[in-house]
């Protein structure tokens, strides 16, 4: 599975959007993007997915660009309660070999400040 | 629907005794992982089950460290004998169809003394 690069820490106002970025050149044509996040003492949470077109859904947005080496995680009106790590995921689809099992980095801490 | 379900939330031992870690997976998921979390390392996968069968156990950190999923509903990681460098939150996960993203539990916070 490739690798992703992740700011370490990122702040945020509440009610404002909170993009949170996330590198993957060297992922490949059958590799999807998913984020997760994990709030304090709580296990992780899936966000969104996506393969190569944009996704929204009601929690967040997900573009990635054209060549699929970078995406961007939008919370469009953060609040408190969105403090947490996130983390940018790739892989393979279940299927082909594979059982989903995800690989976590050590992701961005967004602190969304009053 | 109820989530991953684990239990204990929270286990402290002394070092030297077995523990035993239970897991729920959502009704209907044929797919089931432990991870395992630490500051040092962060969130490790320990192993992951497909339709109650062990796939791969390659981050299970050494023969002190057993999971079993004997049917559908239900799972554990067993630890015997615990270590104080086991210490850490485990978590389990279940996954339903190929197109659907891993659920977690909330963690069993353990500590060996």
Sequence with gaps: ???????TSMDCAEGRAANLPCNHSTISGNEYVYWYRQIHSQGPQYIIH???NNETNEMASLIITEDRKSSTLILPHATLRDTAVY???????????????????????????? | DAGVIQSPRH????????VTLRCKPISGHNSLFWYRQTMMRGLELL????????????????????????????STLKIQPSEPRDSAVYFCA????????????????????
């Design chain 2, 94 to 113: 279940s996954k339903g169809r190929v197109d659907q993203p891993q659920h977690f539990g909330d963690g069993t916070r353990l500590s060996i003394l």
């Design chain 2, 11 to 18: 286990e402290v031992t002394e070092m030297g005794q077995e």
């Design chain 1, 1 to 7: 599975d490739a690798k992703t690069t992740q700011p």
């Design chain 1, 50 to 52: 996506g393969l190569k």
């Design chain 1, 87 to 114: 983390y940018c995921i790739v892989r393979v689809a279940h299927g082909s070999g594979n059982t989903g099992k995800l690989i976590f980095g050590q992701g961005t801490t967004l602190q969304v400040k009053p």
């Design chain 2, 47 to 74: 192993i992951y089950f497909n339709n109650n069968v062990p796939i791969d156990d390659s981050g299970m950190p050494e023969d002190r460290f057993s999971a079993k999923m004997p049917n559908a509903s239900f």
